[in-house]
């Protein structure tokens, strides 16, 4: 389990996050990017998060922005407990 967690492993942000992107486009050109993972912290109980993005017309930002935007969200959680 620790080499998976290894590999998982994406930043530092108040614990370590770890989690898994994808990216998936269909016939009719809908372009379909997630991240899912979560939060782990000392001592408190993990956050897990999901985003899912779909647009017709990804960009250059579309492969980064879906992790950004989970991070965006755990750090808004983070400042509210």
């Known amino acids: 389990m620790a ?8 930043t ?16 009719e050109g809908l372009h379909t990017g997630w991240s899912i993972g979560w939060l782990a912290r000392d001592r408190k109980e993990p956050l897990y998060f999901a985003t899912l993005l779909q647009t017709t017309e990804p960009g250059d ?21």
């Open 61 to 81: 930002s579309f492969l980064d922005i879906r992790l950004l935007l989970s991070l965006e969200a755990l750090d808004q959680v983070e400042s509210q407990h």
């Open 12 to 27: 530092e942000r108040g614990g370590n996050v770890f989690g898994k992107t994808g990216w998936a486009n269909s016939a």
């Open 3 to 10: 080499q998976v967690r290894q590999i998982m492993q994406r």
